[in-house]
């Protein structure tokens, strides 16, 4: 009897319509069924969409945070730019709260640790930019050199952020000149860390609309037009590394929905 014709006998036996007709119908099949639908095949999937709708409301109020936070120093630099405010102290309390319930919440939510680590690049950069918008005594103030100084550890940290704003033209002897190691800076971690950056003497920097003048940036006295025009490259820097980020957190899965 060749494979053919057995399997014809198999089809006729246990494949006709009627039989399966029958088995379908059979009550107890039915509730079996029913009861792996029900029990399983249901809940999994309303798990999932829960889990989904869950994961995307955290994603959301993150997002928001983190939006919030960014837009929040950002118009505060901007204010500060054409007003000196007495609010520094308490604006800056606030964002330094915000960013670390940012970044306590990125560490929770997400098992890889880039997405942090983009954070901490965001926020010192937007850190940055608001503690360069300082007043600057005259040359002949006691505190002169120590505001001056204040602002190279922001400049170094927005050049590492965003190298392709153009070459570091800040000459690495004014921080000799003015006796910067004699200073702690916020956002460096030592004199080394800023000093890397800065060539041996001051470069020209062309006048394009895409290139920053650091040097500009830091002798905030010397011309307001070249400060003004490159606290704007790095602002829409900032805002654009602010909705790549947010991206970012949108396409990431959160660790406990994996």
Request: positive net charge; charged residues 20%.
């Amino acid at each position: 009897m060749n494979i053919k014709f057995k399997f014809m006998l198999f089809k006729e036996k246990y494949l006709t319509n009627d039989r399966i007709k029958k088995v379908i119908s059979n009550p107890m099949i039915l509730l079996v069924v029913g009861a792996i639908i029900s029990s399983l095949i249901i809940p999994y999937y309303t798990r999932q969409w829960q889990d989904h709708q869950k994961e995307l409301e955290l994603k959301t109020n993150l997002s928001d945070e983190i939006n919030k936070a960014i837009s929040d120093i950002l118009v505060s630099a901007d204010y500060r730019i054409s007003a000196p405010s007495n609010d520094t102290v308490a604006i800056l309390k606030n964002w330094d709260i915000a960013k670390t319930t940012i970044s306590s919440k990125i560490k929770a939510y997400f098992s890889d640790i880039h997405i942090g680590q983009n954070w901490d690049n965001l926020s010192s950069a937007a850190s940055g930019l608001y503690r360069i918008v300082t007043y600057l005594p005259p040359k002949n103030n006691t505190y002169y050199d120590y505001f001056f100084c204040g602002r190279l550890g922001p400049l170094g940290k927005m050049y590492e952020s965003y190298p392709q704003s153009g070459p570091m033209n800040v000459a690495s002897t004014e921080i000799s000149l003015h006796k910067c190691n004699r200073y702690s800076y916020v956002g460096i971690e030592n004199l080394e860390a800023v000093e890397k950056y800065f060539p041996t003497s001051n470069k020209s920097v062309p006048v394009r609309n895409e290139i920053v003048d650091w040097n500009a940036l830091l002798h905030i006295d010397n011309s307001a037009k070249d400060f003004n025009r490159s606290f704007n490259i790095l602002e829409k820097h900032i805002q654009d590394h602010t909705n790549k980020f947010l991206d970012t957190v949108f396409k990431s899965s959160i660790t406990v929905f994996q």
